[in-house]
C-alpha cells in the first residue's frame, strides 16, 4: 500500500463525508429549530436529483438543472411542511416518525408514477469531467474534488448564515426558546416553513451533485437518509458542528473501512474469504462506532447546550 | 392485476387464429413492478405477453402480480395464485433470492415453475426438480464466458462483485475458466452506490482488466464514477452489467464495455427481428435481455401446452423440455437439468443511430450448459 | 365487564378466528393463509406495544428480534434436513415448541445487549440507536455466507407440532392464533401488574419513579427484553408461514410497519397490534388488487391516520384509551 493510495482514500472519505454533511445539517437544523425527526428527508435528495435530471436533460445543461434541483427540493420542502408538517410540531416522536415514513412511500412511489421504472441520465459538466494529478503520481476525479469544494462552501455559508444574518439570529433563538421568539413577535410559521424549505434545498442540492455520479432512480435517498441519521446522533442532534464532524468521521471510517479490512483479514484467512468476512464487518463499521459513541456519550459528541 | 387480466383477455380474444390446447391453461406470473428493480420485471412483464399476445389462444389466462422485491410478499402471491386462482404454472420472478423463496414450494405443491431469469445453483445442481425449468440460462454462466474471454490477452485481472450468493457465484464462475493471475477479488455492500474506495484499488492493483458484476444502479454508479476517474483498464462484466435496461441511465462511459450475453438486439436471425420488431412497435423502446428470456419461456410453456395437458404433469414437462421454438437467440435446448444449452456471445456497448446498445463481437462458448448438470439426477 | 373495548376486543378476536374457518368451508384456503399472517404480525406488535405503548420506549430497530426469531427457525431446521451439527453437538430440529424457545431466548438474549446499550440514551436517539443495531444485524444476515446471505434460507418443509399436521393451513393457522391469543394475555398480565404500573410510571415521569425507589433503566430494560422475546417468537412463527427467512425480515422498513401496525390499531391499547394487523394486511392486498401504485395510497392512508385519526382503529371504534 502506498502513501498515494492512502491519500486518495482519505479523499474519497472526506468527499463521502462532504456529501453526507449536506444532508445531515437540514435534519440537524430542522431538528434543532422545529424538534422534528423527518424520514422524508431522503425523498427530498431524491426529488433533488429527478429534478436536475430532468432539466438538464430538457435544457442541456447541467448548471441550470442543478439550480432546477435546489428549487425544485426547496418548494416540494415547503409545501409538504405547509400541508403535512407543521402538524406534527406538537406531536411527538412517534408520530412524527409514522407520517414521514408514510411520505417516503408517497413520494417514492408517485416519483415512479411521473418518471416510469427506469434510471434516468444525468452526466457530469464537461467543465468538471475528467481527473487531475496528485501529489504521489495519482489521479483523482475533478467532479469528486469539485463536491468536496461545494460542501465546503455550503459549511461556510451556513455558518455565515446562522451567525451574521437576521434569520440566523431568528433560528438560533428559535432552537433555544421557542415560545420566547414567538412572543417577540417574529412570525414564527414562516420561519418554520423557511428552515424547512432550507434543509430541503440543501438536501435536493446533494441529491443533484451525487446524482451525477450515481444513479437517479427511485428509492437512492434511503440509504443517504439512513447514513445522515447515523451521522447527527453521533454529532449531536440539533448542533451543525456536531453533523460536520460526525459527517467527515462516517465518511473517513465507511471508505477506509471498506479499503483496509479486507487486506486486514488477509492475515487471518485464504483472500476469498478475507474479502467476504473483511466485506461483512466493513458494512457494519459505522454502526458499530456509533454504538460506541452513544454508548459513552449517550447524547452524542457535541449536544446543544439546551432541551 | 385485473387490468392485466382484462389486457391479456382482449389481446386474446381480438386474435382469430391460435392452436386450441388440449386443456385450458392458467399461468401466474410474479415479479417485480414498483420499486427500485421495477425496470427489469417490467420487461419480463412485456417479453412474456408479447409471446402470449402474438399466440393469440384464447385457452390462456395469465395472472400478473407485483412482488415489490420482496421475498415474503412473494411467497403470499404464490400461496394465493395456486390456492385461490388454481394456476397451473408459475414465472416471472427476476430476483434468485425471491425465487429461493418460491420456487422450491411451488414444485413441492406439483406446479410447474418456469424461471425467466434468476437460476440460482442450488437449484441446478443435486435439488434439481423435474417441475422446474429455467429458460434463461443458470446465473453462473455469463460470469464463465467472461472468464473465458479474459484468458484471450488479460494477465492479471481485478474482479468485483456484491457481497451477496449470486455475488460469490458470480466470482466464482469466473474464476472456474480464467487462467490468469487475480489482482485482487473484491466483495462490496449489496446496494452500495459510492466506489471511491475501489476505484482507488483498482489504479493502485496494476491490473490490465477488470471485471465487475454490478446489476441495475449498483452498476450505473459505478461506470459513471469510473469513466471519471482516470483510471485506463478496460472494464467488462456480465451482460446485466450493460443491459438495455441501464445503459440510458449510464451513458457514454458504457462506450467500449465488454459483456458476455446470449442475446443482442442485432442477432441476424429471423426470430430475434420478428421479436424485436414487434417489442418496440407494442411497447416503443428497445428490450432488454429479461425480455428475451421472458418472451422465450411463455414461448416454451405455449409450445409444450399445444402438444400436451398441463394437467398430465409428467407428459407436459416431457414437452416442455422438447424447448419447441424459435428463440431470438438462436440455437436453444435444454440440458439435463433443465437449464438452457445454448452459445454465449461476446457483446460491446456501441452507439448505433445516438442510441446505446449492445453490438455482437465474437461467440466466446458454443453450445454451453452449466457446471451443476453432472449432480442433477433427472 | 363488558365495556364498548371489551366488545370490540371480542369481535377482533372471534372475527379472526372466523375468517379462515369461513375460508375453510368455502374452498378458498389463501384467506387462511392471510389470516395467518395477519395473527403473525398482530403478535409481533403485540411484543412491541409493550416497550412502545406501556414504556413509551420508540424501538425503531424492533425487526432484529423478528429476524432473529426467523432466522432460528431457519437454522435450526435446515441442520436437521441437513444433519450438520449446529453447535455442542446439537444437530438441529423439526419440532416447533424446540424452537420458539431457542428463537425467544436468542431474541431476549440479543434484545439485552441492545437494550443495555440504547437504554442510555433517550428520545429521539433511542429511536436512532435500536435503528443502527438493526442495521448492524441486517448487514450481517446479507453478508455472512454460511446461511444464505442475501438469497435468504428456505425451510423445505415446514416444522412440526406434536399431533398437528402443520401443512394443513387451517392447523398451522390455529396454532399462531392460540399463541396470539396467550401473548395478548401476557400483555395484558403484564400491564396490569405493579412492573407495567412502573413502566408506565417510569415514561410519565421518570424523577417520580426514581424516588419511590424503583430504577427506572431496570424496569425498561426487563420491558424491553419481554418486549423483544414476544417479537422474536413471531418472527419464528412467520418463518414457518413463509418457509422462508431472509434478511428483508430484519430491514428497517420491517421495524417501520412493525410501528405502522401498532398505530393504525392504537398505541398502547390491548387489542391494537391485532386491529392494526388486519387493517394493514386487508389494504395491502385489497390496493395491491386494484393497483400498481398501491404503495402510494398506502402512503396516504397512512398519513391521514396519524394527522386525523389519532387513537387508530381502536380508536374510532371503542372510543379513548382508558389507560396507559
Same mark, same amino acid.
Given at each position: 500500500m502506498t502513501i498515494a493510495l492512502a491519500l486518495e482514500q482519505l479523499l474519497n472519505g472526506l468527499q463521502l463525508g462532504v456529501m453526507l454533511f449536506l444532508m445531515a445539517a437540514g435534519l440537524t437544523l430542522i431538528f434543532g429549530v422545529m424538534g422534528l425527526i423527518n424520514l422524508a428527508h431522503g425523498s427530498l435528495y431524491m426529488v433533488g436529483a429527478f429534478a436536475c435530471a430532468t432539466v438538464a436533460a430538457w435544457t442541456g445543461s447541467f448548471w441550470i438543472g442543478l439550480v432546477a434541483s435546489l428549487v425544485a427540493a426547496a418548494a416540494a420542502g415547503a409545501i409538504v411542511e405547509l400541508v403535512v408538517i407543521r402538524r406534527l410540531y406538537d406531536r411527538d416522536h412517534l408520530d412524527q416518525v409514522l407520517a414521514t415514513f408514510a411520505l417516503i412511500l408517497m413520494f417514492s412511489e408517485g416519483t415512479r408514477w411521473l418518471f416510469g421504472s427506469f434510471p434516468l441520465y444525468l452526466d457530469i459538466p464537461p467543465l468538471l469531467q475528467g481527473a487531475v494529478g496528485l501529489p504521489g503520481g495519482t489521479e483523482y476525479p475533478v467532479y469528486r474534488l469539485a463536491i468536496i469544494a461545494a460542501g465546503a462552501l455550503v459549511a461556510f455559508g451556513l455558518y455565515m448564515l446562522i451567525s451574521r444574518t437576521r434569520l440566523g439570529m431568528r433560528i438560533r433563538a428559535g432552537e433555544s426558546d421557542r415560545e420566547m421568539i414567538g412572543a417577540l413577535g417574529v412570525d414564527i410559521r414562516t420561519l418554520y416553513t423557511v428552515v424547512f424549505a432550507l434543509g430541503a434545498a440543501l438536501a435536493g442540492f446533494a441529491g443533484a451533485m451525487v446524482g451525477a455520479i450515481q444513479s437517479v432512480q427511485v428509492g437512492m435517498g434511503e440509504p443517504v437518509l439512513i447514513l445522515a441519521f447515523v451521522v447527527i446522533v453521533i454529532g449531536g442532534i440539533g448542533s451543525i458542528k456536531g453533523a460536520l464532524l460526525g459527517a467527515l468521521l462516517v465518511g473517513v471510517t465507511d471508505t477506509m473501512g471498506r479499503f483496509l479490512l479486507p487486506k486486514l483479514m488477509l492475515l487471518f484467512v485464504p483472500p476469498a474469504q478475507a474479502g467476504m468476512i473483511g466485506g461483512a464487518i466493513a458494512s457494519m463499521l459505522i454502526y458499530i462506532v456509533m454504538a460506541v459513541i452513544l454508548a459513552v456519550k449517550p447524547r452524542g459528541l457535541f449536544p446543544p447546550a439546551h432541551a | 392485476m385485473k387490468k392485466m387480466l382484462a389486457a391479456a383477455s382482449l389481446a386474446l380474444s381480438l386474435s382469430a387464429s391460435g392452436l386450441a390446447f388440449a386443456e385450458p391453461l392458467k399461468i401466474g406470473m410474479i415479479t417485480t413492478l414498483s420499486g427500485g428493480g421495477a425496470g427489469l420485471g417490467i420487461d419480463t412483464r412485456d417479453g412474456f405477453m408479447l409471446a402470449i399476445k402474438n399466440a393469440g389462444n384464447k385457452d390462456i389466462t395469465v395472472v400478473t402480480e407485483d412482488d415489490a422485491q420482496k421475498p415474503e410478499l412473494a411467497v403470499q402471491i404464490a400461496d394465493k395464485m395456486i390456492q385461490s386462482d388454481k394456476v397451473d404454472i408459475l414465472t416471472g420472478i427476476v430476483w434468485s433470492n425471491l425465487l429461493m423463496a418460491v420456487a422450491p414450494s411451488a414444485v413441492a405443491q406439483g406446479k410447474f415453475y418456469v424461471s425467466t431469469n434468476a437460476a440460482p445453483a442450488a437449484l441446478a445442481g443435486a435439488n434439481c426438480n423435474k417441475l422446474y425449468f429455467n429458460a434463461a440460462y443458470q446465473n453462473d454462466n455469463l460470469h464463465e464466458a467472461m472468464g473465458e474471454y479474459a484468458n484471450k490477452g488479460y494477465k492479471k485481472m481485478f474482479i468485483l462483485a456484491p457481497n451477496y450468493p449470486a455475488g460469490k457465484d458470480s466470482l466464482t464462475g469466473f474464476k472456474r475458466y480464467y487462467k490468469g493471475q487475480l489482482a485482487a477479488e473484491v466483495y462490496t455492500q449489496v446496494g452500495q452506490t459510492d466506489y471511491a474506495a475501489e476505484i482507488a484499488q483498482m489504479r493502485a492493483s496494476g491490473a490490465d482488466g477488470i471485471f465487475v458484476f454490478l446489476p441495475g444502479g449498483m452498476g450505473i454508479a459505478f461506470m459513471k464514477q469510473f469513466a471519471q476517474s482516470g483510471v485506463k483498464i478496460p472494464v467488462m462484466g456480465p451482460g446485466f452489467s450493460f443491459s438495455q435496461d441501464v445503459l440510458p441511465a449510464i451513458g457514454d462511459a458504457a462506450l467500449g464495455a465488454k459483456a458476455s450475453g446470449q442475446w443482442a438486439p442485432d442477432f441476424d436471425n429471423a426470430a430475434s427481428k420478428k421479436f424485436l420488431a414487434d417489442f418496440q412497435k407494442e411497447y416503443n423502446r428497445l428490450p432488454s435481455i429479461y425480455a428475451v428470456q421472458a418472451y422465450d419461456a411463455a414461448q416454451l410453456i405455449l409450445a409444450a401446452a399445444s402438444k400436451a395437458s398441463v394437467k398430465d404433469a409428467a407428459a407436459f414437462g416431457t414437452e416442455l423440455k422438447k424447448a419447441d421454438i424459435q428463440s431470438p437467440r438462436g440455437k436453444f435446448k435444454f440440458n439435463t437439468n433443465q437449464h438452457p444449452i445454448q452459445d454465449i456471445y461476446l457483446t460491446e456497448v456501441v452507439k448505433n443511430n445516438g442510441v446505446l446498445t449492445n453490438k455482437t463481437v465474437e461467440k466466446i462458448f458454443a453450445d454451453h450448459g452449466d457446471a451443476y448438470a453432472k449432480d442433477c439426477k433427472l | 365487564m363488558l365495556t364498548r373495548e371489551n366488545l370490540v376486543n371480542l369481535i377482533l378476536a372471534l372475527g379472526l378466528l372466523a375468517v379462515p374457518l369461513a375460508a375453510n368451508a368455502l374452498g378458498q384456503p389463501f384467506y387462511i393463509t392471510l389470516a395467518t399472517r395477519v395473527a403473525i404480525l398482530a403478535l409481533a406488535a403485540t411484543g412491541l406495544n409493550l416497550a412502545l405503548g406501556v414504556g413509551g420506549l420508540v424501538s425503531f430497530g424492533h425487526a432484529a428480534f423478528f429476524?432473529?426469531? &426467523?432466522?432460528?427457525?431457519?437454522?435450526?431446521?435446515?441442520? @436437521?434436513f441437513s444433519g450438520d451439527p449446529l453447535l455442542f453437538g446439537f444437530s438441529g430440529t423439526n419440532q416447533m415448541w424446540i424452537i420458539w424457545i431457542v428463537a425467544v431466548a436468542l431474541a431476549g438474549l440479543v434484545g439485552l445487549a441492545i437494550g443495555v446499550i440504547s437504554l442510555r440514551t433517550s428520545g429521539v436517539y433511542f429511536i436512532m440507536i435500536t435503528l443502527a443495531f438493526a442495521q448492524m444485524v441486517y448487514y450481517f444476515a446479507v453478508s455472512w455466507p454460511a446461511y444464505g446471505g442475501e438469497d435468504g434460507l428456505s425451510i423445505l418443509v415446514r416444522n412440526q407440532f406434536p399431533g398437528v399436521m402443520t401443512m394443513v393451513p387451517l392447523n398451522y393457522f390455529l396454532i399462531c392464533y392460540i399463541i396470539l391469543l396467550l401473548g395478548i394475555a401476557l400483555f395484558a398480565i403484564l400491564r396490569a401488574s405493579r412492573f407495567g404500573a412502573a413502566l408506565q410510571a417510569a415514561r410519565q415521569n421518570e424523577v417520580r419513579v426514581a424516588t419511590v425507589g424503583i430504577q427506572p433503566y431496570r424496569?425498561?430494560?426487563? &420491558? %424491553?427484553?419481554?418486549?423483544?422475546?414476544?417479537?422474536?417468537?413471531?418472527?419464528?412463527?412467520?418463518?414457518?408461514? @413463509?418457509?422462508?427467512?431472509?434478511?428483508?425480515?430484519?430491514?428497517?422498513?420491517?421495524?417501520?410497519?412493525?410501528?405502522?401496525?401498532?398505530?393504525?390499531?392504537?398505541?398502547?391499547?390491548?387489542?391494537?397490534?391485532?386491529?392494526?394487523?388486519?387493517? *394493514?394486511?386487508?389494504?395491502? *392486498?385489497?390496493?395491491?388488487?386494484?393497483?400498481?401504485?398501491?404503495?402510494?395510497?398506502?402512503?396516504?392512508?397512512?398519513?391521514?391516520?396519524?394527522? %386525523?385519526?389519532?387513537?387508530?382503529?381502536?380508536?374510532?371504534?371503542?372510543?379513548?384509551?382508558?389507560?396507559?
Open positions: - | - | 429476524g432473529i426469531g &426467523g432466522y432460528v427457525a431457519g437454522i435450526v431446521a435446515a441442520h @436437521n424496569i425498561r430494560l426487563t &420491558g %424491553f427484553v419481554l418486549s423483544a422475546m414476544i417479537t422474536g417468537l413471531a418472527g419464528a412463527l412467520f418463518a414457518d408461514l @413463509n418457509r422462508f427467512v431472509s434478511p428483508s425480515m430484519l430491514s428497517w422498513h420491517m421495524s417501520g410497519e412493525l410501528i405502522v401496525l401498532i398505530i393504525l390499531g392504537g398505541t398502547g391499547r390491548l387489542f391494537g397490534p391485532l386491529a392494526g394487523a388486519a387493517l *394493514y394486511v386487508a389494504f395491502e *392486498y385489497a390496493l395491491g388488487g386494484v393497483t400498481e401504485r398501491w404503495q402510494f395510497f398506502l402512503g396516504l392512508i397512512l398519513l391521514l391516520v396519524v394527522l %386525523f385519526a389519532r387513537g387508530g382503529l381502536l380508536g374510532v371504534l371503542a372510543g379513548k384509551a382508558r389507560h396507559g
